[in-house]
């Protein structure tokens, strides 16, 4: 059952209410779970078997991967059906993106072209600009890229450099744009300028055109199949028709393209993590250690009970959110303007989710290359290449500090217009602890920072908590460890966020082994 | 020409399943369902068939309880045109099945049943032989190729003795083997299209009369740790000694 639209809970509301139920992962329809078999299918037998390959970015490969995904219709999930795309909601999108994300670099590139290099242009794109450059993108054709940093502007995005000038009715632009993903390959790039070093705003590059260039390749820790570098734009020149929406509101379109983007990121780490934990899972079992499979071993089991109930947690947040921003497009898209309102009501959430999930993420990779011991390690084992991979996802799509601070200050704010409401629901120990500390209006980072700590673990454990409830079985076990864990990096938030002492609440008891012995079973997150 | 392919809804093989405390059967809380892998390849052939000719129909039929549409509308959304759901709460054995799909032949006149060798829950292969001899049709079981002509089939078949070919006038039943085929990634679009496709529900025809019944399901008994021997020598005396030598 989908969250019905006009019943749809505003933005930031799960901070304040405890709605009855939540959509979760086990209402996509039988339908919907076909398509995220097949996305599945594709990263096992496409992607999976090359990882070494794509490591070396051998020639033509990735794009060929994309063409391929493209065909099967995974390049266009959410896109609109008019230009090429399938018209879906965009939690199928990022159900189907978790799923194509079982490698970091195919899930960057694939991400990227089918997600945050489209969306600016599904959500703000003329009709003409849509029907221009959609239609091969959604079908993998061609490969999309969204510069937004530069060399010095980083987390500071609206202090960018790069320029925009009117010449004889074309736009002349000048600049670099920094750690642009797909640039290798990428056939379009969503660039973000100012109009004459003032009016900030988005413009569509073709790769061809006269000035414009790529530099060599970044040379990274992870996420080496993916490509990374610079786009130099020396006097390029695109048509007057490229401007993307209004001049001047170039940060709507980045933003909210980065809304979106966020809460999609937070299913891209989800992938390898799934994929980590299936791989700890059956490493452990294999491994004998003292006359044993190390998987026996308590604090083995402890590893892989704890990643079933993050990866648990992170599910329910992520999906909820996800249907959510349906609700909120079902509600106000269409137009451009209703299309940036949906983008942006459930802004919180999305921060909420990619802060959460990048950290259950690096939290998951790390343990998973723990079990290995030693193999771990080594580039022959496939878990030091997650290792590798996973430790970007904190880094982009706004950093985690930079989502952190924008998480609390935009609540604040909210609560101050009347938008939102930070009395908190009480519904949970992390909730009245939220509450008492955003009480306190904290002004310096430090404590912001601890605050959107509280809200973030608020919002996961209501989330694990109402999807334990709906799906019984292993989710209550689930709940129970997750709680624990959730409840001490609480107190721990709450003391940075006060000052103030705090007494845990007892933990409740888990079966550890039994929880360990179904990641087992399900090679991955319990289901 | 039409081409019937029946599928089954069984526990996705690849899952650990249990057997419920009672012994009565398996406990399938959670578990995922799937077309049983023999009669996905089946869909995946009549499909490539009908890509080579689309005057080629192909009708993909299940017997079982509501939720076997599942795996009917995945059936369509890899390629079938239209699906029947035979609606029916009893238990089967093969017999039972033929007799069943026998009723369906005769209401759909294919003049092909293309069908998987066996189910992997149960493993009987049987139903299509069964369903062969009651129609008095042909039958080529364990295809590893097909080929349809006007009126016939020619199908080769894999066995312990090196590659067989049959020629079989059609109507026939042929029966699929792993080799056959690589079912395709189902394409979204197709998911989409599936839902718009014809999948009509019927009331069984037959009455199941078992005449194999399910008395009890239980884990296989956990195996017992082994010994190291330090010698072929060793080895010998100690199969003498368990009297296998
Ligand atoms: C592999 C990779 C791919 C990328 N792909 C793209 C892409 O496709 N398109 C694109 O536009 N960009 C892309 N990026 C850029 C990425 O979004 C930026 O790296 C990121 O936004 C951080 O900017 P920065 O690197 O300049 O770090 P800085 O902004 O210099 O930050 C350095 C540190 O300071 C912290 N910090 C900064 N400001 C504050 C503050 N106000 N308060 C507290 N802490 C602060 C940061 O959190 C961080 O820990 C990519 C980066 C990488 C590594």
Known sequence: MQTSASTAPKGASFFSETPDRIFTVEDFSSDDRLMIETAEQFSRNEVMPHVEVIDKQEDGLMPKLIKKAGELGLCGVDAPEAHGGLGLGKNLAARILEFMSLNGSFSVTYGITSGISQVGLALFGTEEQKAKYLPSLTAGETIGAYALSEPNSGSDALSATTRAELVNGQWKLNGTKMWISNAKWADLFLVMAKIDGEKFSAFLVERDRPGVSISREEHKLGLKGSSTARLVLEDALIPEDNRLYQPGLGHHVAFNALNIGRFKLASMSMGPARDAMGLAAAYTDDRKQFGQSISNFGLIQKKLATMAALYFATEAMVYRTGALIDSAFETWGGTIDGNRKASEEYAIECSACKVFATEAEAWIVDEALQCYGGYGFTEEFPIARHYRDARVSRIYEGTNEINRIFLADRLMRWAKDGRASVTAAGDSWISELAGKALATKPTDQIRVGACSDLVMLAYAEQSARLRAAQMGGAGAAMYDLFLNVANARAAEAYQWATGESVVLPAAKSVDVAELARRVAECRGPVR | ?245
């Open chain 2, 1 to 245: 020409m039409r081409i019937l392919v029946p599928v089954k809804r069984v526990v996705d093989p690849y899952a650990k399943v249990r057997p419920l405390a009672d012994g009565s059967g398996l406990d399938t809380t959670g578990a995922k369902f799937e077309i049983n892998p023999f009669d996905e390849i089946a869909v995946e052939e009549a499909v490539r068939r009908k890509e080579a000719d689309p005057s080629v129909e192909i009708v993909v039929v299940s017997i079982g309880a509501g939720e076997c549409e599942e795996q009917l509308r995945k059936a369509l959304a890899i390629g079938a045109d239209r699906a029947i759901l035979v609606e029916t709460s009893e238990a089967y054995d093969s017999p039972s099945i033929a007799a069943e799909l026998a009723a369906v032949v005769a209401a759909e006149s294919p003049d092909l049943v293309l069908m998987g060798k066996q189910a992997t829950d149960d493993d009987n292969n049987q139903a299509g032989q069964m369903l062969a001899s009651r129609l008095g049709w042909p039958q080529a079981t364990f295809a590893s190729k097909l080929e349809l002509g006007a009126g016939k089939a020619t199908v080769t078949r894999e066995t312990d003795t090196g590659t067989e070919t049959l020629e079989i006038p059609l109507p026939a039943v042929v029966t699929t083997d792993l080799r056959l085929n690589e079912p395709r990634y189902i394409a979204l679009p197709g998911i989409i299209k599936a839902r718009s496709k014809p999948l009509e529900r019927r009331p069984a025809q037959t009455t199941p009369r078992l005449r194999t019944r399910v008395l009890k399901v239980e884990s296989p008994p956990s195996r017992a740790a082994g010994r190291k021997v330090a010698s072929v020598d060793e080895l010998i005396s100690a199969l003498k000694e368990k009297g296998v030598l």
